[in-house]
């Protein structure tokens, strides 16, 4: 989980300016960025990565590690010698005891110097007890060992020996503890979340970094195009090993036997947490929104993550369009196509912190959303056609500063008449006058 919050993130933002010369904040941006929440906060960051190919979670550590370091050198004290008071010495107490001790008179001293020890000449020594004599009865050899057979041994109650089961026991022991290893596994698995997908074409990689190695993909919808206008099969969601984020990335499974790769901590993989939820009510709002235009895969492929989320968030609070859906596409192009009108329009500022969305909806009408660079709805207006509410099936084609949009059967084209991009107004295609013949 990241350790950037409301208490750090602006001297984060001027650590960034520090540490990498293109990335600059104006004052301005620095004094707007102070009012957001932690979520935003993530949001924010995660943009400033993808934008400046930046690994957030070795900036995270490395801001951390600095911010550690600062505060251990502030509150360490150090000692000096100035303050070091003398330790009194304690000299050695030195008991000496009179060893000399007063006997009575009476008592005779002896002098140990002159005493010698005195033996008894005549004494003999003792000698020892005669040992009893023991015949022992032996058994002669056999004359020829070649031709004598052993006699059969017999198994009595006597001499019986029970078999050596130190193996069996070892091997019986060894089998519990794998199948306890693997029933523990298989309850941690059974307590893994799940992420869902929110877009298509996602990529599943070998690590938290954007060169790493390719794994696998992910959709929305579960499937895709490829280049050969050939349907993929995908998956639409993933095992996730931690809710916690890992640089921006959550941490998931990818193997087509799940349990088995967690068992064997093999085939794992990274996934970009913008694109994807922990919340399979999001994934299912996505799905039935998005639902009318699943195999456009044209569409799909050029439909940014911005306007997907701008969209849902307008539909969802916006009581009029609660409930609605996208209107179908009304010709589906091929995914290899080049630059063909989109029936969801898409226009945004440099800085990416307004969105514009043009799209039509279930109940027929055209609508303009606007939002910021949290994809959060500031303004949905309707769209007019030369005053009247535009309802005709179209597709869009942006032209910078204006739209300009087209009839699917081709008889009209229209131009809009300046952001919002909530009025548009015909263009009339005039044909040129035949040429004057003389008679």
């Not at 409930?323 to 329009?345: H, Y």
């Not at 898409?346 to 606007?370: C, M, P, W």
Request: hydrophobic share 30%; charged share 25%.
């Amino acid at each position: 989980m990241s350790n950037i919050n409301q208490n750090n993130f602006i001297e984060f933002l001027k650590f960034l300016e520090r540490k990498h010369p293109q990335i600059r904040f104006s004052s301005d941006k620095l004094d707007a960025l102070k009012r957001i929440d932690n979520q935003q906060i993530s949001q924010y960051l995660s943009l400033v990565y993808e934008k400046f190919s930046l690994d957030g979670s070795s900036e995270e550590r490395t801001f951390t590690a600095l911010k550690s370091e600062e505060e251990l050198r502030k509150n360490t004290e150090y000692i000096t010698p100035d303050v070091i008071e003398e330790i009194p010495r304690i000299e050695p107490v030195v008991h000496v005891y009179n060893l000399e001790r007063n006997y009575p008179e009476s008592t005779p001293k002896v002098d140990i110097e002159r005493v010698t020890p005195t033996y008894n000449v005549e004494q003999k020594p003792l000698e020892p007890a005669p040992r009893p004599s023991v015949e022992v009865e032996r058994t002669p050899k056999p004359t020829s060992p070649s031709t004598t057979t052993p006699p059969p041994r017999t198994v009595s109650a006597d001499n019986y020996v029970a078999p050596n089961h130190t193996t069996r026991n070892v091997f019986f022991i060894a089998l519990l503890g794998v199948l306890a290893y693997v029933g523990y596994e298989f309850y941690e698995y059974q307590k893994l979340g799940t992420v869902y997908a929110l877009s298509n074409e996602l990529i599943i990689r070998d690590s938290s970094k954007k060169d790493g190695k390719f794994l696998g993909s992910a959709d929305l919808f579960g499937k895709n195009m490829d280049k050969n206008n050939v349907e993929v099969p995908t998956t639409s969601e993933l095992k996730l090993y931690s809710n916690d984020l890992q640089g921006g990335y959550y941490k998931v499974i990818v193997s087509d036997t799940p349990f088995f790769s967690f068992l064997f901590n093999n085939n794992e993989g990274y996934v970009y947490s913008k694109y994807f939820t922990t919340d399979k009510k999001k994934q299912d709002l996505y799905k039935a929104i998005f639902e009318p235009i699943k195999e456009d895969y044209y569409e799909l492929k050029h439909l940014e993550f911005a306007y997907r989320t701008m969209i849902v968030n307008a539909i969802e609070n916006t009581p009029s369009m609660k409930g609605l859906v996208l209107k179908e596409s009304c010709d589906i192009q091929p995914v290899t196509a080049k630059k063909m009108p989109l029936r969801i329009g898409q226009e945004q500022n440099k800085d990416r912190t307004v969105f514009h969305a043009l799209v039509q909806l279930s109940d027929g009408n055209y609508y303009s959303i606007i939002a910021n660079g949290f994809y959060n709805v500031s303004q949905v207006n309707q769209i007019y056609l030369n005053g009247e509410p535009m309802t005709s099936p179209g597709k869009f084609v942006n032209k910078g500063k204006d739209f300009v949009w087209e009839s699917c059967d081709k008889s009209m084209t229209a131009r809009s008449n300046g952001q919002p991009f909530d009025t548009f107004t015909s263009e009339v295609a005039t044909e040129e006058a035949p040429e004057e013949t003389g008679l």
